[in-house]
C-alpha cells in the first residue's frame, strides 16, 4: 500500500524561497508524482508533476518558472522548490501519485494515493 506524506510547510515572508516535501512508502505502478494545492472556498489546483524517472515535467501556467520539481528516487522523496512567494500561493499542498506525469492528470488527477497535505503561509 503506498503511503505519501509531505513536509516543509510553514510561515514564509513574500518572495522568500521554500521546498515542500513528498516521502513515498510502497510502491504501486502509479509511480508518477503531482503536487497539488487546494485554499480555503478554492478548487484544488494542479501544480506539477514528475515522471518515474524524472524525465518528463509538467507545470502549470500558474507556477511556471517559480516552482522546481524534482525526486531523489533513491530516496523515495520528491521536492517541490517554490521560490518568490506570492500571498496567493498560501494554501494546504498535498503530493499524490498519478498513473503519468501529464497536463491532463495536474487538471483532473485520478488518484487513490495523496498525502495529508502540508500547509503554506506567505505572509508578512
Known amino acids: 500500500q503506498l503511503q505519501l506524506v509531505e513536509s516543509g510547510g510553514g510561515l514564509v515572508q513574500p518572495a522568500r524561497p521554500l521546498r515542500l516535501s513528498c516521502s513515498a512508502s510502497?510502491?504501486?505502478?502509479?509511480?508518477?508524482t503531482g503536487w497539488f494545492r487546494q485554499a480555503p472556498g478554492k478548487e484544488r489546483e494542479g501544480l506539477s508533476c514528475?515522471?518515474?524517472?524524472?524525465?518528463?515535467?509538467r507545470y502549470a501556467e500558474s507556477v511556471k518558472g517559480r516552482f522546481t520539481i524534482s525526486r531523489d528516487s533513491a530516496k523515495n522523496m520528491v521536492y517541490l522548490q517554490m521560490d518568490s512567494l506570492k500571498p496567493e500561493d498560501t494554501s494546504v499542498y498535498y503530493c499524490?501519485?498519478?498513473?503519468?506525469?501529464?497536463?491532463?492528470?495536474?487538471?483532473?488527477?485520478?488518484?487513490?494515493?495523496w498525502g495529508q497535505g502540508t500547509q503554506v503561509t506567505v505572509s508578512s
Open positions: 499524490a501519485a498519478l498513473l503519468q506525469c501529464s497536463i491532463g492528470q495536474l487538471n483532473d488527477p485520478v488518484s487513490e494515493h
Open positions: 510502497g510502491s504501486t505502478e502509479r509511480d508518477d
Open positions: 514528475i515522471s518515474r524517472g524524472g524525465s518528463i515535467r
